[in-house]
Nanobody
Framework: QVHLVESGGGMVQAGGSLRLSCTAS????????MGWFRQSPVMGREFVAQ????????YADSNKEDRFSIARDPHQNILYLQIHSLKPEDTAVYLC??????????????WGQGTQVTVSS
């Protein structure tokens, strides 16, 4: 069982930046792809970005402006999401997720509770 806890959300003005964190426990596991989603009443749940256990990253097509950057600390199993040039439409609950790479199982296996990001205009 893997537990995920997000932090780093808050209220910011448009054009600002935030760095979100996701701490995974235990920290001794390997072979887990980790990613970020966001959920809002208007847009529903959207995929943002993911990074594999070997460091391969993948971003949503909506990241054509390169405002999102994903990274992970493999020694502490901490996932980060850096967001620049925040827009009001970025307002959402940002969720951390994990997916085992072995077994070819569908869907994501673990979810955090989320951290609220609110962007004012």
């Amino acid at each position: 069982q893997v537990h995920l806890v997000e932090s780093g959300g808050g209220m910011v003005q448009a054009g600002g930046s935030l760095r979100l964190s996701c701490t995974a426990s235990p920290r001794t596991f390997t072979g887990l792809t980790m990613g970020w989603f966001r959920q809002s009443p208007v847009m529903g749940r959207e995929f943002v970005a993911q990074v594999s256990s070997t460091g391969r990253t993948y971003y949503a097509d909506s990241n054509k402006e390169d405002r999102f950057s994903i990274a992970r600390d493999p020694h502490q199993n901490i996932l980060y999401l850096q967001i620049h040039s925040l827009k009001p439409e970025d307002t959402a609950v940002y969720l951390c997720a994990g997916d085992w790479e072995e077994g070819n199982d569908p869907g994501w296996d673990y979810w955090g509770q989320g951290t609220q990001v609110t962007v004012s205009s």
